[in-house]
């Protein structure tokens, strides 16, 4: 079957002019203030158990007996999705199960949770700040407008901020942005994804292998334990939490907001992650949501891979949207009471 260009690109309010538009800069439309004060600091309480390193492992927080963990996930009967792989841990508690063969697929737009956490890593902002100064170059600028992938606009010569363009990377899924901000970080597109397999292997993510920055390439691959690991590292940000949590972006002087892909965010607690669908990767949901149980504020991860593979990328998505808001709803509701009986 031919490729299907990918659509993670949530409908925005205006259509995007011309590229002679002046562009300048306004701010984005972050979460409410006391929203984001959580979440920048929520981190000592979701990873309390796991302590300040790197994961345990691909999706696997640190936790207390490994015999209650499995007790609490097998009682919980969970929806896993008849298709794909899936997996969902609970930040100190532990890994609520995998489903599906963990086999390396496409993962679409996904890809960009490892491009954001490379470059917050080696150029690392404080919450709420705007960080370093980017100027977007001629292929950016060119490659705003295109008819066959997720873009975001942006004018040549003009300069942005980190902060903006990782937004507009992450929300309505921007893959000029992705590669504009890969050239900056690293000098090249190439050097970029080096460095992101550096970081897969760092982290232990065995089965996954990048070949690009924005999720284009159907040969970047990896399974749903993979992402649940970087998904747990990426989450101790506290701006990677800001900016997956961003409902909407203004796309400077284009008198255009896009809405964020995640359909699942505000909802049932999700505070992020990232979509991404094509036809070969179908669609896929990372996502991240908070809950408190038994006083304590945890965060739960959960990755959705290789949904309704083959068919149209909306379709995918809608299917990915569909199990991850099944399974989130479902541990919420049950986990509260499996661990109290445990």
Same mark, same amino acid.
């Given at each position: 079957?031919?490729?299907?260009?990918?659509?993670?690109?949530?409908?925005?309010?205006?259509?995007?002019?011309?590229?002679?538009?002046?562009?300048?800069?306004?701010?984005?439309?972050?979460?409410?203030?006391?929203?984001?004060?959580?979440?920048?600091?929520?981190?000592?309480?979701?990873?309390? +158990?796991?302590?300040?390193? @790197?994961?345990?492992?691909?999706? *696997?927080?640190? $936790?207390?007996?490994?015999? /209650?963990? &499995? %007790?609490?996930?097998?009682?919980?009967?969970?929806?896993?999705?008849?298709?794909?792989?899936?997996?969902?841990?609970?930040?100190?508690?532990?890994?609520?199960?995998?489903?599906?063969?963990?086999?390396?697929?496409?993962?679409?737009?996904?890809?960009?949770?490892?491009?954001?956490?490379?470059?917050?890593?080696?150029?690392?902002?404080?919450?709420?700040?705007?960080?370093?100064?980017?100027?977007?170059?001629?292929?950016?600028?060119?490659?705003?407008?295109?008819?066959?992938?997720?873009?975001?606009?942006?004018?040549?010569?003009?300069?942005?901020?980190?902060?903006?363009?990782?937004?507009?990377?992450?929300?309505?899924?921007?893959?000029?942005?992705?590669? +504009?901000?890969?050239?900056? @970080?690293?000098?090249?597109?190439? *050097?970029?994804? $080096?460095?992101?397999?550096? /970081?897969? &292997? %760092?982290?232990?993510?065995?089965?996954?292998?990048?070949?690009?920055?924005?999720?284009?390439?159907?040969?970047?691959?990896?399974?749903?334990?993979?992402?649940?690991?970087?998904?747990?590292?990426?989450?101790?940000?506290?701006?990677?939490?800001?900016?997956?949590?961003?409902?909407?972006?203004?796309?400077?002087?284009?008198?255009?907001?896009?809405?964020?892909?995640?359909?699942?965010?505000?909802?049932?607690?999700?505070?992020?992650?990232?979509?991404?669908?094509?036809?070969?990767?179908?669609?896929?949901?990372?996502?991240?949501?908070?809950?408190?149980?038994?006083?304590?504020?945890?965060?739960?991860?959960?990755?959705?891979?290789?949904?309704?593979?083959?068919?149209?990328?909306?379709? @995918?998505?809608?299917?990915?949207?569909?199990?991850?808001?099944?399974?989130?709803?479902?541990?919420? %509701?049950?986990?509260?009471?499996?661990?109290?009986?445990?």
């Amino acid at each position: 079957m031919p490729h299907t260009p990918a659509t993670d690109r949530a409908p925005a309010s205006a259509p995007v002019p011309a590229p002679s538009s002046r562009f300048g800069f306004r701010r984005s439309l972050l979460v409410p203030l006391a929203a984001a004060l959580a979440l920048a600091t929520g981190m000592g309480t979701w990873y309390a +158990l796991g302590g300040a390193g @790197g994961p345990a492992g691909p999706g *696997a927080p640190a $936790a207390g007996s490994g015999d /209650t963990v &499995a %007790a609490v996930a097998k009682s919980l009967h969970l929806p896993w999705p008849a298709e794909g792989q899936a997996s969902v841990a609970v930040e100190g508690i532990g890994s609520l199960g995998t489903r599906g063969e963990q086999r390396p697929v496409p993962i679409a737009s996904v890809t960009k949770v490892m491009t954001a956490y490379v470059i917050l890593k080696e150029h690392p902002m404080r919450a709420g700040a705007p960080g370093a100064a980017v100027t977007a170059d001629e292929q950016a600028a060119n490659e705003s407008y295109s008819s066959v992938e997720t873009t975001a606009p942006v004018l040549a010569g003009r300069t942005y901020t980190q902060r903006l363009l990782l937004e507009l990377m992450m929300v309505p899924s921007g893959n000029n942005v992705a590669r +504009l901000l890969a050239r900056w @970080g690293a000098g090249s597109e190439k *050097a970029f994804v $080096a460095k992101m397999n550096e /970081t897969a &292997a %760092a982290l232990g993510m065995e089965r996954t292998t990048y070949t690009g920055v924005s999720g284009m390439e159907s040969s970047t691959r990896s399974t749903a334990a993979d992402q649940l690991g970087l998904a747990r590292a990426a989450m101790k940000d506290p701006v990677f939490r800001e900016i997956v949590a961003t409902r909407t972006v203004e796309a400077p002087g284009a008198g255009v907001t896009f809405r964020n892909t995640n359909k699942l965010l505000g909802r049932d607690g999700v505070i992020g992650l990232k979509t991404g669908s094509s036809t070969p990767a179908g669609g896929n949901l990372v996502w991240a949501s908070t809950q408190d149980i038994a006083g304590t504020t945890r965060l739960i991860l959960g990755v959705v891979l290789h949904q309704r593979a083959g068919t149209s990328p909306a379709e @995918g998505s809608a299917a990915a949207h569909e199990a991850g808001r099944a399974l989130v709803t479902a541990v919420r %509701a049950t986990l509260p009471d499996a661990l109290a009986r445990t």
